[in-house]
């Protein structure tokens, strides 16, 4: 089993930063992507970024230039570096794991970090 806990959320201004991180925990090594998924008042959730096993990582056109997502995997930490924020960028950022349970491929998810950007 893998447990997810995201943390880092906070109020900021418009074109302000802030660092959410996302901590795993359990059987961290059968970990392959993680990635951060948002979801906004009464929309969908939405992919973010991922950052694969071995580093690679790909953004959403929405957050690309803005975000950052990096892995350490001695840490087991995922972070999410973001960087000129904007008032659509206000949402619940959620930390999702893709991880491998026997034969089978599980995903996990974190319980969610508040982001409110200010306008």
């Known amino acids: ?3 997810l806990v995201e943390s880092g959320g906070g109020l900021v201004q418009a074109g302000g930063s802030l660092r959410l991180s996302c901590t795993a925990s359990g059987s ?7 990635g ?16 694969g096993s071995g580093g690679s990582t790909k953004y959403a056109d929405s957050v690309k230039g803005r975000f950052t997502i990096s892995r350490d ?37 974190g319980q969610g970090t508040l982001v409110t950007v200010s306008s």
């Not at 961290?28 to 993680?34: E, K, V, W």
């Open 73 to 109: 995997n001695e840490k087991n930490t995922v972070d999410l570096q973001m960087n000129s924020l904007k008032p659509e960028d206000t949402a619940v950022y959620y930390c999702n794991a893709d991880y491998l349970s026997g034969l089978l491929n599980r995903e996990v998810w």
């Open 36 to 51: 951060w998924y948002r979801q906004a008042p009464g929309k969908q959730r939405e992919w973010v970024a991922v950052v």
């Open 1 to 3: 089993q893998v447990q």
């Open 28 to 34: 961290t090594f059968r970990i392959n992507a993680i």
